[in-house]
């Protein structure tokens, strides 16, 4: 019994002794893993962990641990599960979700790890883990001002934190703000004197500002503190090679003295002379480096950069190719390989050897910037900006990689992301040259000219040898009318293109601009070709397998598939010409498709083609060139007419993928493709003639008449008749003073009393007063009340009166009074009024007139136009602000020549309707022969008013063929002194008058605004163009042209 109780008492002993010792057991256990945590022993930080969670499974504390070691060990599902089970037992534990929202950030969800460290915030305002936590999610989320917000809010908590003020000042230097990083870093040191970071971060602060001898001074002083600062040696090292090269130098030789067999100082030795430029010495180095150690892939690759610098790509290659062979993940030479495959054209290897660095090293920021800009070459927009973001995340003072996104985004349509990529790349590095040139191409887009200027020529300052920028500075300076050293820039422009096309790249010339300058014509067609080739590279990266095509038309119902290709559908000067084509094609032999490349802009232009084309189709929904061909393709077009060319908006690839056994040219574009995917191009014999053919890469294929056309009388039919006002009344009529013009206007003219109507000759050999058929009349009003009426409301700025029940309304109210009108989308109700007092134009003068873009005046043409103003004393010269900055340009140097300013008058652009009409004001158009008006060609030839041309290239020969087809080849200028002349005679009055008749009376009765014949001509083209593919031959000129009757 005693026994019994004994063992009773010792095990009631041991029960009242065991809560006490399990109790220390735990406190001590969980040290000890909080301890090996701490040390990075994870293992037995687990192994302990799971002891303590087995003894008490609802331990919140012991949750968070083995949640925080599952992290570290890369096991984000199981930190996760513990993380939520801490939650479980205590929803309000701050330390969880901030836990929760490590596992997200991890995996890449950053907006989960961003609302999961608010939520810990909210709980726990003073939770200073998860305000770091917060900033580094919102760094790589790229929402740096909210870092900063976040690192601010911790320090308010705790101001002593200088780690975290460090960071804060990272940030604020990655931002730019380089005073306010500054001040973190002092404040970091005067709380933490021995804060290495702090020194060294301070340092590169003051290299940003150059002041490299206080940047030298604050390195030293971080490696003075950290003997082992990597970080801030290579710093020291990469100041003291800008500023103390001698130093450097002088250091490694001092090394090598002491060992002169060190591989890796000769090494380093080479390097500082490459980053000096002195490449030869830097090889020889580079090869006693190798020399002494052969296993040494870092000089290798070092060795391959140097040449490479040289120009000896093979033996570079050679290089990198045995750095790889010495490590195969050597990064570097990966990366550095690639970019000369690249170089060399062989993209997919580039592709390849750029992921493979990736692979080895996903942290390589150039690697994904890189690998970036060849998935934008080949079109892959949505996977390249992937890889920018990526590198910016890794780099966020990647300047290279936000200007290349900034290139991506504006490819995009992404205008304002790209402009905030081109700043914060030079907020980064203000002597970046390239994102200067880039963010200068923004403001050229968006007509902000001046702008533009002032960043191509920071561009050229920074870097004198750019191509790219002096290219499209010389463009810019046309634009607005510069000449400046106009020869001389004319003359080294000349010269980067050929050495350009000598050495088989992509010239800074864009095909569209060079009819501007004075290339030869083999130049124009070799630019075109490399725009070309370059639509080639981005499809073959696609390998998609060729299209088959339909041997006949059995598929269609023997009914010819036309589809037309473009991004001006809409209201563009290209659906002012051509938007009633598609519903006049005889849809018993075509059917017609109608391809968008830009969105629904929801004008009457759009609305009208979508109505009247068999099929439409918005491919700028489908921005894979791949997919987007395969919709041509599935609907089997049998011709596939490009209207872009090489203007905005293009998707030249779509034609290179060739899903249409037919391609042509037309219309929309001044020249060739220089593709071998474009087939034909649509012109004539005066546009293009046969003698000129190896200009053109495609084959030509005539239009009877012309290829141009128009659908004038279709939108602006009001303008086929006119009545003036005899306001002068001495005899003398004028039909250009004060204008009326209307649907009613026939009506309105019954209306009124005294109406008299006049014949006017429209060539000498016809009677004065006599054949009414070759005569034309006109309705003059004689100055009555209603003519006073008129000309009190524009004399007074009326928007309209009524006359008789007649609206009459002044011709610049037309937006006010109905904005589709103005534009050109309906017709005007009203009678319009159009007089040259709106325009301040004198009544008494003889007024020529050019309504192009600035431009296409260069000072040759300028000066003709001079000279012609100079023999016909009593002139003007009527010129549009288009843009405004050129005006004072233009005005200067004609007061150069001899010109006083006020024999020039500048007038705003208008809205379509009024710019049209206006020009019936005019007593003569004086075209530009460096590359004609061709849609304000026909704008001004609607209106009635002659236009003198000289043809030159097939930019500049498509007035002449609208003059042809209009019946007055008299005024196409065989030279400089010939266009001088004819329109000096035109100046004289009766020439003058007849002229004007002719040119009225002929634009109604030719063919050159007749949709209804122009389209029957070109479905001819269209048959001829099939015959000749189906009966298996290859394209060839088709210039023997057989007109179509309206009526056949």
């Known amino acids: 019994d005693t026994k019994t109780e004994e063992m009773a008492t010792s095990v009631g002993n041991v029960a009242d002794s065991t809560p006490t010792k399990r109790m220390l057991s735990f406190q001590g256990l969980a040290e000890l893993a909080h301890r090996e945590y701490q040390s990075g022993d994870f293992e037995a930080a687990e192994r302990h962990c799971m002891q ?11 949750l968070l641990l083995l949640s925080s070691i599952h992290f570290q060990c890369r096991r984000l599902d199981r930190s996760a599960h513990f993380s939520t089970l801490a939650i479980k037992q205590n929803p309000m534990l701050a330390e969880a979700y901030s836990n929760l929202g490590n596992v997200y950030k991890e995996r890449g969800q950053l907006q989960e790890a961003i609302e999961h460290y608010r939520h810990a915030l909210r709980l726990k305002p003073d939770f200073i883990d998860g305000y770091i936590n917060l900033a580094a999610a919102l760094v790589a989320a790229g929402d740096m001002e909210g870092a900063v917000q976040a690192y601010v809010s911790a320090l308010q908590y705790n101001p002593d934190l200088y780690c975290v003020r460090s960071d804060l000042g990272n940030l604020l230097k990655a931002l730019g703000r380089l005073e306010e990083a500054k001040a973190c870093y002092l404040k970091a040191i005067e709380t933490q004197p021995n804060f290495a970071v702090a020194w060294s971060n301070l340092g590169c602060v003051f290299n940003a500002q150059g002041e490299i001898w206080l940047a030298i001074h604050h390195f030293e002083k971080a490696v003075t503190l950290d003997p082992n ?34 591989a890796v100082v000769h090494g380093n030795l080479a390097c500082v002379y490459y980053e000096q430029g002195l490449i030869d010495l830097a090889i020889d180095t580079y090869r006693r480096a190798i020399e002494l150690q052969p296993h040494f892939p ?58 493979k660095a990736l692979e080895v090293f996903p942290e390589f920021a150039a690697a994904h910037s890189n690998l970036a800009s060849v998935l934008q070459q080949q079109g892959k927009l949505q996977e390249a900006l992937m890889h920018y973001k990526e590198a910016i995340r890794i780099n966020p003072t990647f300047a290279d990689a936000y200007s290349n996104m900034g290139n991506t985004l504006k490819e995009m349509q992404d205008v304002q992301g790209a402009l905030q990529c ?5 907020q980064i590095n203000p002597a970046f040259a390239d994102a200067h040139s880039n963010l200068a191409s923004i403001h050229k887009d968006s007509g902000n000219i001046p702008e533009a200027i002032a960043s191509y020529r920071t561009a050229l300052k920074l870097k004198p040898d750019f191509p790219d920028a002096y290219c499209n500075l010389a463009h810019c300076l046309q634009i607005v009318c510069d000449w400046t050293d106009y020869d001389e820039r004319m003359k080294k422009l000349v ?96 059917e017609v498709f109608c391809y968008a490349l830009s969105p629904d802009d929801s004008t009457n232009f759009r609305v009208k083609v979508v109505a009247e084309a068999h099929h439409f189709t918005d491919l700028s929904q489908i921005p894979c060139n791949g997919k987007a061909a395969d919709r041509i393709h599935q609907d089997g077009i049998d011709i596939l007419v490009n209207m872009n060319g090489y203007t905005k908006g293009a998707r030249n690839e779509l034609f290179a993928l060739r899903p249409a056994p037919v391609q042509a040219m037309w219309l929309g574009y001044p020249g060739t493709s220089g593709a071998p995917f474009m087939d034909y191009i649509i012109t004539d014999k005066e546009t293009s003639p046969v003698e000129v053919a190896e200009q053109y890469s495609e084959k030509l294929a005539y239009m009877p008449n012309t290829f141009f056309i128009g659908d004038h009388a279709n939108m602006f039919p009001h303008l086929k008749k006119k009545a003036v006002i005899d306001f002068k009344s001495n005899g003398h009529i004028f039909d250009n003073r004060i204008v009326l013009n209307g649907i009613d206007l026939k009506a309105f003219l019954d209306s009124l009393p005294d109406v008299k109507v006049i014949k006017m000759k429209c060539d000498n050999n016809q009677e004065a007063a006599g054949d009414a058929n070759g005569a034309l009349s006109m309705p003059v009003i004689p100055m009555n009340t209603a003519a006073e009426a008129i000309i009190n409301m524009i004399n007074q700025g009326q928007i309209q009166v009524t006359i008789n029940g007649f609206t009459v309304s002044n011709g610049l109210a037309t937006t006010q009074i109905n904005n589709k009108a103005a534009t050109g989308e309906e017709v005007p109700r009203t ?41 016909v004393p009593n002139s003007v010269l009527w010129l549009l602000r288009f843009p405004a900055v050129g005006e004072p340009n233009i005005q200067q140097y004609a007061q150069n020549m001899g010109l006083p300013g006020s024999r020039i008058i500048f007038s705003p652009v208008a809205p379509k309707e009024e710019h049209v009409r206006r020009g019936q004001l005019a007593d003569v158009c004086l075209d530009t022969p460096l590359c004609n008006g061709h849609t304000t060609g026909m704008d001004v030839l609607w209106a009635g008013t002659p236009m003198v ?15 042809n087809c209009l019946g007055c080849p008299e005024l196409i200028a065989q030279s400089r002194q010939d266009y001088e002349d004819i329109a000096v005679k035109l100046g004289s009055d009766m020439e003058l008058k007849m002229v004007r008749a002719r040119v009225w009376k002929q634009r109604i009765c030719s063919p050159l605004f007749n949709t209804k014949q122009y389209t029957m001509d070109l479905e001819r083209l269209y048959l001829q163009m099939w015959e000749h593919h189906s009966n298996g031959n290859k394209p060839e000129h088709l210039v023997q042209t057989v007109e179509t009757s309206e009526n056949a």
């Open 298 to 355: 870092d000089a290798y690759c070092n060795l391959a950069n140097a040449l490479k610098e040289k120009g000896n790509v093979s033996e570079a290659e050679e290089c990198y190719n045995t750095a790889l062979r010495l490590c195969p993940t050597h990064a570097d030479s990966l990366n550095n390989l690639a970019n000369i495959k690249r170089e060399q054209g062989n993209i997919e290897e580039a592709v390849q050897l750029y992921r």
């Open 949 to 963: 041309t000289m043809p030159e290239t097939l930019a500049s020969r498509v007035a002449a063929s609208q003059l």
């Open 229 to 262: 600062f990597l970080d801030a040696y290579i710093n020291l090292g990469n100041v003291l090679k800008e500023a103390r090269i001698f130093d450097a130098v002088a250091g490694y030789l001092r090394a090598l003295s002491l060992s002169p067999n060190h």
């Open 831 to 871: 009678i319009v009024v159009t007089t040259r007092s709106q325009y301040g134009l004198p009544e008494d003068s003889i007024v020529y007139c050019n309504f192009n873009q600035l431009y296409k005046i260069d000072p040759p043409t300028l000066q003709m136009w001079a000279n012609i103003l100079k023999r």
């Open 422 to 426: 081109y700043t914060r790349a030079i």
């Open 52 to 62: 303590l969670w087995r003894q008490e499974p609802d331990n919140t504390g012991v």
């Open 495 to 590: 010269s980067i293109v050929a050495d350009q096309l000598d050495k088989n790249r992509l010239p800074s010339v864009h095909p569209h601009h060079s009819m501007l300058y004075p290339l030869s014509h083999g130049f124009r067609k070799a630019i075109a070709e490399r725009h070309g080739n370059l639509c080639l590279d981005k499809i073959n990266a696609l390998h998609k397998p060729a299209y088959e095509y339909p041997k006949d038309l059995k598929a269609s119902g023997g009914r010819l598939r036309i589809g037309y290709v473009s991004s001006d559908f809409g209201n563009h000067p290209t659906s002012h010409l051509m938007q009633s084509i598609p519903g006049m094609h005889n849809p018993e032999k075509f």
